[in-house]
């Protein structure tokens, strides 16, 4: 036998469809490959990147400068010249350009020039409002967005976009990105002046009055670019919280102020090097603070929820996966946690049934008043249920650990980082262990300690009578029979093993100390 | 669109090929389920346990106990309907039983017992060279070993084979299993006697008399069984390194001595609460520990080394994967580094082609004296180049991280865990971040800090010179130009996308730290 070559993908299945998305941003360039099944699962799979400013020097005559468009080009033949190297052709590479091309003078000049330098690449100017669009795709497929508002803030250009019943209201762009706002009234690379600081915000703040929808608004906003990104990572960290990735969390009007504050006092290459912000990103992000910030105030909301999916989703959302119908998900929570499950291979039918057995326990202890849910708690019982074997795709071997690791690095849109960190502990503790908050405590609530211990107590119960993997028991009720809670089992055919299994590893014990009764199993 | 439930598989590609091998032991018998495709990967994807001591008790008349044969009749119906339920039958199910039903006066009788509880599985017992053998197969597969000897210990028997150029030489199996030894020499639950472990120690080496050939032979000892795993733990964690299995661990003869010592101390109970033993090994620990001990010193060897591989493994390989053949990988390491890279489909043609230009890197600079490698640092480079994306299975952002996390829990037999973390932190760094040993450092020596910043930088070119991932650059050599050392490549039409690949993100600085010259790229 010899270990012969394959051709292996880099997911799962045989061939998966693929796509690239080219982002030409005022600010920074990107492309994005995604690989695909419609209906099924996707994933970022490569991506390249370059700081081309092409936006940059803009400011007085609104024309693209040459040494700006050199780069441009350069990027764009490579992007091109990437594509082809990756079999990605024709109806499967998606380029938008955004603020800084649209409102260039001499658009024209740069497109009839990007097209000599990469004829397979059709660049397409995306009208503000359309820029706006993707923007809010992003922020409701990958939230629990249902009225509100999305900001996107990018290097030429803020979107703000009214939310109610998940649908567009208003869809608006300005010329107020961070990098238009730097050159504009933060121009030097010393500590910035307050009195610039109050007129970049007066000057926001004189555009927003066109929004009369945003005014006090309150409720919740959604935050998509760089600069929400990398500010959100600052807070965290700031905060000392575990680092398991910004998606979902929520940076607060104070937070926001104080780092302001901080920013403001520091020369731009220190802003570069404050933990969470990227070097490339120091010069500009204190004008996208201070931005986001007078958005804060004008609109009256308590914090804006960071999302890591941006402009690059939504046209592939839109245009790709979710194209000839509305492109919502049906439930962002549940695509999220599919979308995990099938890319590592998980055996859906089987996490399926766990999932339902573990809900069948919870409903019944919880309609006998053995326990109270605390909010939420419901739902994460069951994300955990469909991920707890995500990690047999790395070994069988401590497969509950790798669980975990693979929950909080996917990400899981829909759901913020403590919930996610709930998610992942019930999968962690779903095989053997005490269930313990360990490191992942300090972005924990009152209470939590309990839900972790009932979710990886039902996680135990239900994976064992689901030992075979076979569905051989359909359903499961708890009756209280004196202090204990008894199983009963509907179930097709002999029970041996799930019976062996719930006794070996169903953990009594632990059963007992999350719900106060004795488990017995008739 | 819907998102359809799929019946995914477990594994890569589509349905994989699956068995179940059982293991009726005298202490613990397991059922374990491979996957695999016969040429191309395996993988152990699910497991039962039970610790069923058919041989407890079997001392005075030399038979099977009845309430063992009443536990071991219980536990195979179990298995069996577990078999049935995952939907593997007939030849592809091994039922394999070992030292203590083998000698069992009344092994006749359980087998008609077995019969009668699980009609669907036949169980085999293996001879005491058979299952010698399968302890040498797993043991050569697992490791480098060509010539020395493979020990393996379990509850009923110890074996000993004689390895020579990788074939086995005299096979033989001993009543010295650690339940056996156990109740025979070390009965109390306290604390053990200097006199009990002196008198098990010389009973063990005059039956060890027999074997001339392993008498003072000196050289390599690869060590099987739950014992020398859990012995293993025990060492690596009280010398405080970083647990990453211990696949590949070497302990050390004065090592051992010190844990017989420690063991010996504590009662049963406290045995196994020591880090790294598992508490329902407490009882049995010590008798293998010294029955080793004893091993090593007849033999004079320096120390055993430890592989996860077993029986289960030895007729996995000779009886499916390897089966038709000589039932030996060509190459240990090169199966090893292959399954995992396949697992994770990877592609493998791009990453055989990062290590193609890596090697080729690597060559020209050592033949020019430019640096000197240090022993095995060649073949440690070529691994990670192998595995640098296997991290992508898991998300494209921070890929380098999740390919160090999945080569750390990978296992890969073949290599020592110093070894395996220096491939894991190689990879690691193969995109960004300045090359440290980190939390690894505890079991490096002198020169793998430069040898990882070799490494990763030669990684970090090789795969921006193939950053299409489509082969362009057929092989890349370096000359010394002053005192630059000056890229020469071959490659088939444009290379816009390499050259801005490597100037962007090839890390000219990072190379020059390594090597101390200046990277040019003409």
Chains 1, 2 share one sequence.
């Not at 081309?52 to 803009?58: L, T, Y």
């Not at 600052?234 to 000392?240: F, H, K, T």
């Not at 990735?245 to 937070?255: A, K, P």
């Not at 958005?295 to 000839?324: D, K, N, P």
């Amino acid at each position: 036998m010899s270990w012969r070559t394959t051709r292996a993908t880099a997911s799962p299945g045989l061939a998966p469809k693929r796509v690239a998305v080219i982002d030409l941003g005022s600010n920074s360039w990107r492309l994005v490959l995604y690989s695909y099944e419609p209906g099924d699962w996707w994933k970022l799979t490569d991506e390249l990147h370059e700081t081309v400013r092409i936006g940059a020097g803009m400011g007085e005559d609104d024309c693209l400068q040459e040494d700006a468009m050199v780069r441009g080009l350069e990027t764009l033949s490579v992007f091109a010249r990437f594509c082809k190297a990756s079999g990605v052709a024709g109806d499967d590479v998606h380029a938008v350009a955004t603020s800084a091309i649209r409102e260039a003078a001499n658009q024209q000049e740069f497109l009839t020039r990007a097209h000599r330098a990469a004829p397979e690449l059709t660049v397409e100017v995306l009208s503000g409002e359309d820029e706006a669009r993707m923007g809010y795709l992003a922020a409701v497929n990958s939230t629990t967005l249902r009225e509100g508002a999305v900001l996107e803030i990018g290097g030429g250009s803020l979107q703000l976009i009214e939310v109610s019943r998940r649908r567009p209201g208003d869809l608006r762009s300005f010329e107020l990105g961070a990098v238009r706002l730097t050159e504009r009234f933060l121009p030097g690379t010393g500590p910035a002046g307050k009195a610039d600081l109050r007129r970049l915000r007066k000057f926001v703040t004189k555009q927003l009055s066109e929004l009369p929808w945003l005014a006090d608004r309150g409720g919740r906003l959604v935050g998509i670019g760089g600069a929400v990104r990398n500010l959100a990572s600052a807070a965290a960290l700031a905060a000392q919280q575990p680092d398991i990735g910004v998606q979902g969390f929520q940076i607060t009007r104070d937070t926001l102020s104080g780092l302001v504050g901080e920013l403001a006092g520091m020369s731009q290459a220190e802003r570069g090097r404050v933990p969470g912000i990227k070097p490339g990103r120091g010069d500009i992000v204190l004008a996208a603070a201070a931005t986001i910030e007078a958005v804060l105030e004008f609109a009256q909301v308590e914090g804006i929820e960071t999302t890591e999916a941006g402009l690059r989703e939504g046209v592939f959302f839109e245009r790709v996966l979710l194209a000839g119908r509305e492109p919502l998900f049906d439930d962002v929570r549940v695509a999220a946690v599919r979308n995990l499950a099938i890319q590592y291979e998980s055996d859906l039918v089987h996490v399926e049934h766990v999932a339902l057995l573990s809900l069948q326990l919870f409903d019944s202890l919880a309609d006998q008043k053995v326990f109270t849910p605390t909010p939420g708690e419901r739902e994460l019982v069951w994300a955990a249920a469909m991920l707890h074997d995500v990690g047999m795709t790395i070994s069988y071997d401590d497969h509950h650990k790798h669980s975990r690791y693979l929950i909080l690095s996917g990400g899981l849109p829909g759901f913020d980082p403590r919930e996610r960190a709930l998610i992942a502990q019930m999968s962690r503790y779903h095989r053997k262990g005490d269930p313990k908050l360990g490191f992942l405590a300090p972005m924990m609530r009152d209470g939590d300690q309990e839900a972790l211990e009932r979710g990886a107590s039902l996680l135990r119960v239900a994976e064992h009578l689901e030992r075979g993997r076979d569905q051989a028991v359909h359903e499961v009720r708890v009756r209280r029979n004196g202090d204990a809670a008894a199983l009963h089992l509907r179930a097709s055919g002999d029970i041996t093993l799930p019976r062996w299994s719930v006794e070996r590893y169903g953990d009594a014990e632990l059963f007992e100390r999350a719900f106060g009764r004795r488990l017995d199993l008739d």
